[in-house]
Nanobody, 113 residues
Framework: QVQLVESGGGLVQPGGSLRLSCAAS????????IGWYRQAPGKERELVATIARAAIPRVAYHVKTRFTISRDNAKNTVYLQMDNLEPQDTAVYYC???????WGQGIQVTVSS
């Protein structure tokens, strides 16, 4: 069974950057498709980005110029680099292993001055 743990969230000013990490344990996820989702207060959970086993990244259109997804298979970890953050990026961010349908617990990202 795959366990996912997110880290790297927090409070950042508009225009700042954060790098979220999703560390997997319990199984080698190098062959899995991993995604990042987010859920803002009062809104539906939305897909932000995914990365397939061949490291093919797909990023949602509305953040693709600012967010980058990557993976380090040696560390069994997937990253979400978020640059030029905006207040509307404030949300709980979740890591999801789409291959085995496993979710992390989520991590708060707050963009505010």
């Amino acid at each position: 069974q795959v366990q996912l743990v997110e880290s790297g969230g927090g409070l950042v000013q508009p225009g700042g950057s954060l790098r979220l990490s999703c560390a997997a344990s319990g199984s080698d996820v190098s062959g899995h498709t991993i995604g990042w989702y987010r859920q803002a207060p009062g809104k539906e959970r939305e897909l932000v980005a995914t990365i397939a086993r061949a490291a093919i990244p797909r990023v949602a259109y509305h953040v693709k110029t600012r967010f980058t997804i990557s993976r380090d298979n040696a560390k069994n970890t997937v990253y979400l680099q978020m640059d030029n953050l905006e207040p509307q990026d404030t949300a709980v961010y979740y890591c999801h292993d789409l291959t085995v349908d496993s979710w992390g617990q989520g991590i708060q990202v707050t963009v505010s001055s």
